[in-house]
């Protein structure tokens, strides 16, 4: 469509690790302000296309493409510094930082920002996640495990990224905190910043995504608009425990 454009697009990509194969020839696209999610069982290689993606993984084939530049073969920081955020599983905070040195770590991938910029930042955070103002001098790692997750979400939005990659972000969390998870991914979107979304929670995930892909085996075997996924009766029988 001549009104979108794509922020990202994967094509062909496969990622070995030693004789394994984890993805085998996935190819995706995420386009401007669209929420994408990939959902698939533990060791489906969600993980990995994230890692792939973000330059953490190397590439056994295909291409990546980041703004229109092909990032495949470009180092993680360079990729950082473009506007990529990635949010990797299992919240990696800094425990011993306070929370606000773990947002200012964040602002730190991305050189370009002024001191008045990552100031607005900051209010931007204390704004989406008011608990965490309430915690500012708290360390990270004595925060509860939702505290946390929002933690490694707002470290990642103090680069101020184009893209936003959150890897399982509702995993573990008790589900009124994964609620609030969800909802949050939503006011990210509407900030202006394009979401590609990991879940094993695949109707939460599809259910606030505009399109979806179903990773099976390093393969994506299915594709659609969230709704349509969320309809669907094999991803019922397989994802949504219909
Ligand atoms: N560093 C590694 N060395 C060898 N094999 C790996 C490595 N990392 C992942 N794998 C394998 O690659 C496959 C895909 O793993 P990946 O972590 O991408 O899955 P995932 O979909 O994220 O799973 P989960 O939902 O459990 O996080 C798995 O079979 C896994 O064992
Ligand atoms: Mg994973």
Not at 3 to 12: A, F, G, I, R, W
Not at 211 to 229: A, D, H, Q
Request: aromatic share 4%.
């Amino acid at each position: 469509m001549a009104d979108k454009h794509t922020v990202l697009k994967v094509e062909n990509l496969s990622v070995n690790y030693g004789y394994i194969s984890a993805l085998e020839g996935i190819s995706l696209h995420v386009d401007q302000g669209e929420i994408i999610t990939l959902i698939g069982s533990n060791g489906a290689g969600k993980t990995t296309t994230l890692m792939s993606i973000s330059g953490l993984a190397a590439k056994a084939e295909g291409t990546v493409w980041f703004k229109g530049e092909n990032i495949t073969k470009m180092a993680p920081d360079r990729i950082v510094k473009m506007g990529m955020c990635h949010v990797p599983e299992g919240r990696k905070i800094f425990p011993a930082l306070s929370v606000y040195e773990n947002l200012i770590a964040g602002s730190l991938g991305n050189p370009s920002l002024t001191k008045n910029r990552i100031q607005e930042l900051i209010e931007e955070q204390y704004r989406l996640f008011p608990r965490l103002k309430e915690r500012i001098g708290q360390a990270g790692g004595s925060l509860s495990g939702g505290e946390q997750q929002m933690l490694a979400i707002s470290r990642g939005l103090m680069m101020d990224p184009d893209i936003v990659m959150l890897d399982e972000p509702s995993l573990g969390l008790a589900p009124i905190i994964v609620e609030d998870i969800f909802e949050l991914i939503l006011k990210i979107r509407d900030m202006g910043k394009t979401i590609l979304l990991i879940e094993q929670n695949a109707s939460m995930a599809l259910s606030i995504a505009d399109r979806g892909y179903v990773l099976e085996n390093g393969r994506i075997i299915m594709e659609g608009k969230g709704r349509e996924l969320l309809a669907d009766p094999k991803v019922k029988a397989a994802y949504l425990g219909a």
